[in-house]
């Protein structure tokens, strides 16, 4: 495994691979990484022929209150962790370099940007969109990876793609949990023992969403309502929004159907924590 910290050394990497017909698969990290994001590296290694892992804590992601500074990085655990999968290349670029003096340019997903994490982090996913194309452009991945724990993330970045028709295929990858239910998240590492115990309501309000609509409940008001209540009892967490909408406009919905996204932000203390479900009906 090499670690690749200029552009033009990634891209003439990428050049030499290209010239000998390989696949390229990128998995874009702000590092710190945990288990959800090795089953990323699994699924590049099995598809692709060139694993290129990026770890850049992108700072035009992040809003001026929030946590860009404290944000945990280590890249020599990172490092450990891939070699470990076998990836081939590690990005890992200065800021300096990816956002130069004078940079000007900035990808916007119009509507679908505005809303669920959107509403509370404005300019957030103005800053992926605007790094996840920059890495599109330097790696020029045939496939690349992201979690669903994301799921807006995802459904814009797949538009993005779509829109500026850029060859590459956005792969989403299910949740993966601890073993207690929560989600994987590089900030769960803010989390006190009581709080990380907290933090479970969120998991559990999924699963009582599944229970009711396993039983045959599809009205979005009564799931989310008990949804709501349910992280309500638990004295630490705060919520941001619970919302059940289409994965299209991301527009919400009266009646859940097959693929309606169930998404929750909840603040556990300081933390502020995200998780989802796509809805699956029996048939």
Do not use: W
């Not at 073993?179 to 699963?207: F, W």
């Amino acid at each position: 495994m090499k670690i690749i910290t200029t552009i033009p050394e990634m891209k003439a990497v990428i050049r030499g691979h290209r010239s000998q017909g390989r696949t390229i698969g990128l998995v874009p990290t702000m590092g710190f990484l945990h288990e959800g994001h090795m089953s990323l590296v699994r699924a590049a290694r099995k598809k692709t022929d060139v694993t290129v892992v990026s770890i850049f804590v992108n700072p035009t992601q992040f809003g001026p209150e929030e946590d860009f500074k404290a944000y945990p990085r280590d890249i020599n655990r990172d490092s450990a962790m891939l070699e470990k999968e076998g990836v081939d290349f590690v990005f890992y670029p200065e800021a300096g370099d990816m956002y130069p003096k004078g940079y000007k340019t900035y990808v916007e997903v119009h509507d679908l940007e505005d809303k669920l994490c959107g509403r509370s982090r404005p300019g957030h996913f103005r800053g992926v969109c605007t790094v996840v194309l920059k890495l599109f452009q330097i790696v020029e991945p045939d496939f690349a990876f992201f979690g669903e724990k994301d799921a807006q993330q995802a459904i814009i970045l797949g538009k993005m793609v779509r829109d500026l028709n850029l060859g590459v295929q956005v792969v989403a990858l299910p949740i993966v949990r601890e073993p207690e239910g929560l989600a994987m998240s590089s900030r769960n590492t803010y989390l006190s023992p009581e709080e990380r115990r907290a933090a479970l309501v969120l998991a559990k309000s999924l699963k009582e969403a599944k229970r009711l609509i396993d039983h045959g409940e599809r009205r979005t008001d009564v799931i989310l309502g008990k949804m709501r209540a349910m992280i309500g009892q638990e004295p630490l967490a705060r919520i941001d929004y619970v919302e059940a909408v289409d994965t299209e406009e991301l527009e919400p919905v009266k009646e859940l159907g097959e693929g309606t996204l169930i998404a929750l932000a909840v603040y556990i203390g300081k933390t502020r924590l995200i998780d989802n479900m796509i809805v699956h009906l029996e048939r």
